[in-house]
């Protein structure tokens, strides 16, 4: 494998990276800003929100969505314009995190409680306080899935039949089945990390997860059941997307590991939230891979 290219540095907090049209977009955290880059480096500021941005995905008319985490919204971003596409607030929890936008134009949307344990700490056993919400391209909300730990990066397969999240503080990643109307049913492990922290993921043609683990300080591939096939070091590495023209090009996202919110402590949490950071170790990377990314995002 060959060694990541540097594309793009000094972001305060890099997430949510999705491919699309020919473009990395993705979300500069504490920046409250949304950019793209191209494989050359090239960059430009799409948005700038008053809140910081999440996950991002795009709808069938190629407008953006993203999630504004502290006001557990999700905004819709066309012709230059931000507006408000759907209040998620009566769902509870502390912020929304990221998000998965299928064919169709529904959006799956994590919504966190860090309150529950200060920092992001893990809950206790059996204490699994957190949700997803599904946002129908009518724009009306419902639970799809509840009863997970810090629901994070989300995927669905080019058949639209298997929806899979990482469960960030519970060391796994979870698998749905998926009906026609997107509601989802089937709960199952999808794979078991041991001491890893899946955050961002995206999937490939094989049917293998890339993911980030900040606190592993790695990426890692591996298929259903756990069966790891790549392991790349990556300082602070918390998201990944699969793009270029053929979606050979693994885009790798990390962060400086002093920026993390510190599992067990409420160490740099508020602040990643709420302060101004002031943090330039974010970067992006990219690497060419021989599978190419399938489904969604």
Request: hydrophobic share 40%.
């Amino acid at each position: 494998m060959h060694q990541p290219k540097l594309l793009l540095d000094r972001l305060a907090f890099p997430e949510g990276p999705r491919w699309h049209d020919g473009w990395l977009w993705f979300s500069d955290l504490t920046n409250r800003r949304v950019v793209r880059v191209d494989v050359d480096g090239r960059h430009e500021v799409m948005a700038t929100l008053d809140d910081r941005p999440s996950g991002l995905g795009f709808l069938p008319d190629g407008s953006l969505l993203v999630v504004a985490m502290t006001q557990r919204r999700l905004l819709r971003v066309a012709n230059g314009k931000v507006e408000p596409y759907a209040d998620l607030r009566d769902f509870g929890g502390d912020f929304a995190n990221d998000m998965v936008v299928d064919g169709d134009g529904r959006a799956y949307v994590g919504i966190r409680h860090a309150s529950l344990r200060p920092g992001f700490a893990a809950p206790d056993p059996g204490d699994e306080p957190d949700l997803v919400v599904a946002v129908e391209p009518s724009r009306a909300t419902a639970i799809a899935a509840d009863h997970l730990v810090a629901p994070n990066g989300t995927v669905i397969t080019p058949d639209g039949r298997t929806l899979v999240i990482a469960e960030t503080y519970a060391h796994r990643l979870t698998a749905y089945d998926r009906a026609d109307d997107g509601t989802l049913s089937g709960r199952r492990v999808f794979a078991d990390v041991g001491g890893a922290y899946p955050d961002g993921i995206c999937l490939d043609d094989e049917g293998a997860v890339w993911f980030g683990s900040p606190y592993t300080d790695e990426f890692i591939r591996l298929h259903v059941g756990g069966q790891i096939t790549d392991r790349l070091p990556f300082s602070g590495g918390v998201a990944c997307a699969l793009g270029g023209l053929d979606r050979t090009t693994l885009f790798l996202l990390g962060v400086d590991s002093a920026a993390l919110p510190t599992p067990g402590t409420t160490e740099n949490a508020t602040q990643l939230l709420h302060g101004d950071t002031g943090f330039v170790g974010g970067r992006i990377c990219a690497l060419r891979v021989e599978r190419a990314g399938a489904g969604w995002p």
